[in-house]
């Protein structure tokens, strides 16, 4: 197998907790560094900074609120500056649209103002993000969107949550076939429930809804961080170069 000798760069987005994060820490173990960034934590992003030296790579953190695509060209600056701190070519070669926050309410209830928010992080800022970026993605490079297993796994209250993460899911598929002849490899991964802070960290710290989804799940857990970051790190890998335009759902076998 033809591997690149040269030295891979990450941007994940939300790498400063949770499957994020996780995915910077696997990267850096495979000898990948990262830019990665934060919206509220600064603290939590600068530790994994520390945790990424640690492990032998390199890292930087940047501020972005993926919500608010006004930001973008400001932070495309940023990031080739840091690619310049970083030591690196001006380009990257994995991009990881990680960042997103939870919604739990009603099709019936649900206001505007909820719908333009999860519109604005889980759509909007994954295709206009990734749009500013690609100028900077290396030819050969790889993206991996995050969706949910609830675009399949059909629960009450998370229909406008779902629904944008199922259009990510279309997304992936249209980004593969047009960056196709740039050789870029885009795939879109499915977490099932994770332990993460995510939704209040009510998966990690309810302990009837951890059973619940125990009890969904056919290898009998919830999921962890690292049942998701060394997977999309391997995504990311030579090893997975032929993975393309596909939805993978890291899950246990939830709800099956
Ligand atoms: N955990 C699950 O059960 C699960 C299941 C399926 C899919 N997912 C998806 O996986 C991804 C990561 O979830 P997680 O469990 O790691 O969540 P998490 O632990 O709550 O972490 C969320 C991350 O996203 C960042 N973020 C949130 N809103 C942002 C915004 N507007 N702009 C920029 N960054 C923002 C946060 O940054 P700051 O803390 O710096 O603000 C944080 O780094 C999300 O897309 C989520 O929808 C999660």
Known sequence: MTQNSERKIAIVTGGSRGLGRNTVLNLARRGVDSILTYNSSRAEAEKVVALVAEAGAKAIALKLDTGDAH???PFVDAVKQALADLG?????????????????????????????????VHFK????????????????G?????????????????????AMKG??????????????????????????????DFSGGMVRDNPDLNQRVAEMT???RAGLPDDIGPMIASLLSEDNRWVNAQRIEVSGGMSI
């Open 71 to 73: 930001g973008f060209d």
């Open 218 to 220: 056919a290898l009998g």
């Open 88 to 120: 690196a070519a001006e380009r990257f070669d994995y991009l990881v649209n990680n960042a997103g926050t939870s919604h739990h309410n009603s099709i019936e209830a649900t206001t505007e103002d909820e719908l333009d928010m999860l519109y604005n």
């Open 167 to 196: 259009a990510v899911e279309v997304l992936t598929r249209y980004m593969a076939k047009e960056l196709g002849p740039r050789r870029i490899a885009v795939n879109v991964v499915a977490p099932g429930a994770i332990q993460t």
């Open 142 to 162: 790889r993206i991996v969107n995050l969706s949910s297993g609830l675009t399949r796994i059909i629960v009450p209250g998370s229909a406008a949550y779902g």
């Open 125 to 140: 800022g994954v295709f206009f993000l990734t749009q500013k970026l690609l100028p900077l993605i290396n030819d050969g």
